[in-house]
């Protein structure tokens, strides 16, 4: 049986509708976009592997106790704001929590501090800073204290002005 010429005018149509929108104007705009967004993220993968080798002495006492403490939660090192743009912070506890924890040393200026935090707060208003000093982690390792829960206490405290 041979195929209906209905049928085939079909089909026919249909691939060139498909044809018009390969090349169609929107459907490029979004294979680029794809592609800039990909090189956007190995880029961004590239600098949290920089960055992780290069931590300070506090940051590395830090994500050892968030690793070996009775810590219920997984801190990554960066994220991605709803805009698609990739932020790295010290350590980041992922959604539903949303809490950014950093670790203030030499390399840290307050007004440089505060511009980046709002930076990231206007992509993505439900992130909660947190900021720790390098004295406020030796001195917590000096007494003793288990520093996973200070850093835990420091969190809920944090929530709470926020909230307030």
């Not at 089909?11 to 060139?16: G, K």
């Not at 511009?115 to 439900?126: F, G, P, T």
Request: hydrophobic share 35%; proline share 4%.
């Amino acid at each position: 049986m041979r195929p209906c010429y209905v049928t085939r005018l079909a089909t026919d149509t249909s691939l060139e509708k498909r044809e018009i929108w390969r090349r169609s104007v929107s459907y490029k705009r979004k294979r680029i976009k794809k592609r800039v967004l990909k090189k956007l993220k190995r880029l961004a993968k590239k600098r949290v592997l920089q960055l992780k080798a290069k931590q300070t002495r506090y940051e590395r006492l830090v994500r050892h106790a968030l690793s070996t403490g009775r810590v219920p939660f997984v801190f990554q090192k960066s994220f991605i704001c709803p805009s698609g743009v990739v932020r790295v912070v010290d350590f980041y506890l992922p959604p539903p929590f949303s809490v950014a924890l950093e670790i203030d040393g030499q390399n840290h200026t307050p007004q440089k501090d505060l511009i980046r935090e709002k930076q990231i707060k206007a992509a993505d208003q439900r992130i909660l800073f947190v900021r720790i000093k390098n004295k406020e982690v030796t001195q917590n390792l000096q007494k003793g204290n288990k520093l996973a829960e200070f850093i835990l206490r420091r969190m809920i405290q944090m929530s709470k002005q926020e909230t307030h």
